[in-house]
């Protein structure tokens, strides 16, 4: 008998995390699209981190595929790399186009998280019109991550950032185990050009005038749920497991 509680455990232990992905392939559910909205330092990255541990499904950063391309200074980074120091967007069409290439690679056929994209209506416009064109059938919810200014500056001013695998730090928040090092997998941690205070203000501008219209338009699609990220990240991510839709899959969590 206690073995056979004990194969229970372990089933229901296994049936977590990465299995998710096989539950959706081996179902007839459509491929879920997590899209993570918020100002730059609500917490985007780290629930995305959090949130691909959880699912199973690729993490898509528009800012890491950025960095990336102006690490191996592609001609999307060359552009790229003028407007991210500026604060700015990078021009839509060319944040769209990189973002299609990216989830069409197989890791993406049953769903993926979107962090940082879409930024402004128009890509969300494109995006969805997009994935209608190819008849792509997805799952969609919106989790919009919000706190205020005074604790957005402090966040980002502390932020530091892993060279291998992107996942972020705070010094005081949530410090490394050894000072410099990530934990997950022993990659530098580096501060982003971007994570100034100059830089953040332009970059909290932008988000206000370019990318807050969205909270309304996914509100009146009826896909948006708000999470308020002002507390620990272990609690904010309670919020965004309970936010997230219904499946049988997730059922079993
Ligand atoms: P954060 O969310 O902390 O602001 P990101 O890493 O998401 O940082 O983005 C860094 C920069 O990359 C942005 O300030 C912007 O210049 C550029 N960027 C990222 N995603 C997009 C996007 N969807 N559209 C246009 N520019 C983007
Ligand atoms: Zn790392």
């Known amino acids: 008998m206690r073995f056979l509680i004990g194969c229970v455990i372990m089933m229901g232990v296994i ?27 609500a917490g985007k990255g780290t629930q995305a981190t959090a949130l691909t541990d959880y699912l199973g499904l690729p993490h898509i950063s528009t800012g ?58 128009e890509q969300a416009r494109t995006f969805h019109q997009r994935l209608e064109a190819q008849a792509a059938k997805v799952e969609c919810v919106v989790l919009n991550l919000n706190a ?13 950032i892993c060279k291998g695998c992107s996942k972020p730090y705070h010094k005081h928040y949530s410090p490394p185990q050894q000072e410099g090092v990530c934990d997950a997998c022993g990659g530098d941690l580096y501060q982003r050009d971007d994570d100034t205070a100059a830089v953040f203000t332009k970059r909290l501008e932008v988000y206000r005038v370019q990318t807050a219209p969205l909270i309304s338009y996914y509100q009146s699609k009826g896909l948006l749920k708000q999470i308020p990220s002002k507390n620990s990240s272990d609690q904010v991510f309670q919020e965004v497991i309970h936010a997230l839709p219904h499946t049988p899959a997730l059922a079993e969590k």
């Open 15 to 41: 049936c977590t995390g990465k299995s998710f992905a096989m539950h959706r392939a081996s179902s007839v559910e459509k491929p879920l699209v997590v899209i993570l909205m918020g100002p730059p330092a």
């Open 64 to 121: 890491d595929l950025f960095r990336e391309n102006i690490r191996n200074q592609t001609p999307v980074g060359k552009t790229a790399k003028a407007y991210i120091d500026q604060g700015k967007l990078v021009p839509d069409q060319v944040t769209i186009d990189m973002l299609f290439a990216r989830i069409s690679h197989p890791d993406c056929q049953h769903g993926y998280i979107l962090d940082g994209f879409p930024r402004t209506v």
């Open 148 to 160: 205020d200014d005074a604790e957005l500056v402090e966040r980002i001013t502390g932020r530091m």
